[in-house]
Structure formats: C-alpha cells, structure tokens
C-alpha cells in the first residue's frame, strides 16, 4: 500500500495535536497581554509581539459578541473586594505602551465599548522603545503624555506600571529595584491624578522572586502581573502569588483566543 495512505493521517493527528483543544477546561481569571497594535516591520525578530489591527478587532468582536465583558483594572479591584466570579470577565492588557495602542487598539476598543489597560514605562513616555536592541527590534515611537492622558479621560483605558526603565528586576540592585517600582507608582499617580493599582514585572523578571514581590506589594499595588502563561485561580490568593497571564501572538486567531481562555493556553508548540 501507498506510504502514503499512513503518512497524511498520521500528519494530520501531528497538526491538531498541536493545539490544547484536547486539555481540559480551566477556570479562573483571564488576563490576555498584547504588546504592538500594527504591521511587523521588515527586520523585526520579534514578529509576534505585534498583532495587526485587523486581527485585534477581530478578537475585540469575537469576545464582546460571545459576552465577556472586558474590563479594567478599577473594575477588577471591585471583582477581588467582592469575591465576585470572574469567568465572564477579560482584562485586555499592554505591555509597555506604544503610539500604536493610541493609534490602533484604543478606537478599536472604544468602538465595541469595551476597555483596555495598558502598563506605561514612565521614563519611556513620549520617547522609543531603547530598552531593545535595535538590531533585534526595531525602535518605535511609545505614546506622549497628551495621548495617555486623553485615553484615560475617555475611560477607555487604565494604566498600570511597567517600572520607569524597564530592567530585569531580579538582575539589578535591590535599591534601585525598589526605585523602579516605587517611583514608577508615584510618577503615574502624579500624570493622572488617581491611584494606580497595577503594576507588570519587565519580562516577566522578578514575580517569583520573594525579595522583588515584596517590593511590589510594599509600594501598595493591589495586582500584579507576570508573564507566565495561564489562568490563576479565583478567587485570588493574593499573597500567595502574582496573577499570570494569556499571551497573544501575531499568529493566535479568534480559535487560538477561544483556546488560551478555555484551556490557558492555544499552541502547545
Ligand atoms: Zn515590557
């Protein structure tokens, strides 16, 4: 018999395996991460932090249409203070906060009234992205002041704290650690005239490291986020570890979005 007769089911059984459609059902809190709004430029080596515009609307539509509401960081303190379930909730979060969130997914956002929450670099606001290597990731421009402070008067958007210069936290000196999180807090709070409540650790570094958590909580951050992939059980054990979140990749569509939300993660590999 033809090889091939084996090889194209055995291929296709490979190709589905591929995603965690076969995992089981997750409950828990839903933090989806985006980073760039907009089209990859030619060089970049790091194509799957951008999501185009397009496929972010297309994700924006899927979820209001399938009922979750997507809400910000104000509501979810009230979710947590009230231990209110959260399986209908999404927190549409961005990391670092570029002019393509102004330019592209706050009008997406604010079409289908829904809200975002973006994690701002202080120290990066109204510059370029220098924490990359330009060889690696091209520079773009981060949004001004002017920008985020209409975004946050539209109540389209809420902000968070992403440090004032984006260092690997666990890697630096613990002074100057506790500088980054604590200045960042004060210097936001300064920008918008309110409280922020909610603070990323850059890449991720230093979540589930006690000595830097601890900062983080001193500082007064009610939530905080890593960026390892997952759901965290709610209600949230907020002492106990940091909430995790659901990255979305250039390549994820609305099936992948379906799957990162029912099963915490979309492509196993
Ligand atoms: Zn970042």
Same mark, same amino acid.
């Given at each position: 018999m033809n090889k091939l007769f084996y090889f194209v089911p055995f291929a296709g059984l490979l190709y589905s395996l591929?995603?965690? &459609?076969w995992y089981k059902n997750l409950s828990g809190l839903n933090v989806l991460v985006y980073h760039k709004i907009g089209y990859p430029p030619k060089g970049t080596k790091l194509k799957e932090l951008w999501v185009t515009p397009e496929r972010f609307e297309k994700h924006i539509s899927w979820l209001t249409k399938k009922g979750y509401k997507l809400i910000g960081f104000s509501e979810l303190a009230d979710y947590y203070k009230n231990n209110?379930?959260?399986?209908d909730v999404v927190l549409v979060t961005f990391d670092d906060g570029y002019e393509n969130n102004y330019k592209y997914a706050y009008p997406i956002l604010k079409k289908y009234n829904a809200k975002g929450n973006i994690f701002v670099v202080y120290n990066t606001i109204g510059k370029v992205?220098? &924490?990359?290597n330009p060889k690696t990731e091209v520079w773009i421009n981060m949004a001004t002041k002017e920008m985020l402070i209409e975004m946050d008067k539209s109540g389209v958007m809420e902000f968070g704290s992403h440090t004032m210069n984006h260092p690997r936290l666990a890697n630096i000196d613990i002074e100057d650690a506790k500088w980054e999180i604590f200045e960042s807090k004060k210097q936001l709070e300064n920008l918008f005239q309110k409280e922020i409540i909610a603070f990323a650790y850059p890449y991720g570094n230093?979540?589930?490291e006690p000595e830097i958590r601890k900062l983080v909580l001193e500082a007064g951050y009610l939530f905080d986020f890593s960026f390892k992939q997952g759901k965290t059980s709610w209600p949230w054990e907020r002492e106990k570890k940091t909430l995790d979140r659901l990255f979305i990749k250039y390549s994820d569509s609305c099936f992948d979005l379906n799957l990162h939300i029912k099963k915490g993660v979309s492509k196993i590999f």
């Open positions: 591929r995603w965690s &459609w209110k379930p959260v399986d992205n220098v &924490w990359h230093g979540a589930y």
